[in-house]
């Protein structure tokens, strides 16, 4: 069974999963998200805070990003300074469901209960590198490998939880 600090096999895409990855690229979801990466590149994790919806990370240079679900995927919001009231709460929002598990679906890691604020809490002292897009989420990723790695299952009452993972690629 593979593990989250160990490094996966390595896979072999298809020509069709390659050009699906590809569209997701392309799409309004991906350039929102590739909107992120000028913001946070090369900036080194301080601080960090997790809620029921999302996570926040705070940059050394007092900037910070609050990485949250919305609408069904994983939204992103930077500033600088102090979070508002507002910023907290998209952390924290109610209408989504509870990620810590288990799940009874066929995701990876989905049948382990986990710790959201251990998880992010890894990237502390490490410099943002890249972002990776998916279909409705997407990773930070990091110097040496790692990423935080998110994804949206749903709950047992459907609603969308969010699960993220301190993962080495």
Not at 51 to 69: K, P
Request: include cysteine; aromatic fraction near 8%.
């Amino acid at each position: 069974m593979a593990r989250h600090d160990e490094r996966p096999e390595a896979g072999d895409l298809s020509e069709t999963e390659m050009q699906r990855a590809s569209a997701r690229l392309s799409s309004r979801y991906g350039q929102r998200v590739r909107a992120l990466l000028p913001e946070v590149k090369g900036k080194v994790v301080t601080r960090t805070s997790v809620g029921r919806s999302g996570y926040h990370l705070e940059f050394s240079d007092e900037s910070w990003v609050i990485c949250h679900l919305s609408d069904g995927i994983l939204e992103w919001r930077t500033g600088g300074g102090s979070l508002t009231v507002a910023d907290r709460a998209l952390m924290d929002l109610a209408n989504f469901g509870d990620g810590r598990g288990p799940f009874p679906v066929d995701y990876p890691y989905a049948n382990q209960v986990y710790d959201l604020g251990g998880e992010v809490a890894h990237c502390v002292g490490q410099s943002i590198s890249a972002v990776a897009v998916g279909e409705t989420c997407f990773n930070l990723c990091f110097p040496d490998g790692h990423e935080l790695d998110s994804m949206i299952l749903r709950d047992g009452q459907g609603r969308p939880a969010l699960r993220v993972f301190w993962e080495q690629w």
